[in-house]
């Protein structure tokens, strides 16, 4: 069970908006929804290569209010840090609260 004083991190909850280029691709922006308070429970650290570059990858657990609009295609944000939600569940289906597995990628 997660207290209350856990939930001290302040998000901003983004969702993609895609439109279309013109040339059969799109161009992605972020809008704000909102700001939710949360915990982040940091999981596990991995590198991964893109590019030819070695990157940090880095999973967490988020858990915040529950909340039936969070979806993959949203995105938490915490100053420059970002986080892409790459699972969503409720942990105990009574609809108290909503754990989203995440990653954040760092140069």
Do not use: N, Y
């Amino acid at each position: 069970m997660t207290a209350i004083a856990d939930f001290r991190h302040r998000l901003t909850l983004q969702v993609a908006d895609e439109v279309e280029d013109g040339a059969g691709g799109v161009t992605r922006t972020w809008q704000p929804l909102g700001q939710v308070w949360a915990a982040i429970e940091p999981i596990s650290l991995d590198d991964k290569l893109l590019s030819d570059k070695r990157r940090g990858l880095l999973t967490h657990r988020i858990l915040l209010r529950h909340r039936s609009d969070i979806t993959l295609s949203h995105r938490f944000v915490l100053g420059v840090r970002i986080f892409s939600i790459r699972a969503v569940r409720d942990p105990d289906e009574r609809g108290r609260v909503i754990e989203c597995l995440v990653e954040e990628e760092r140069p």
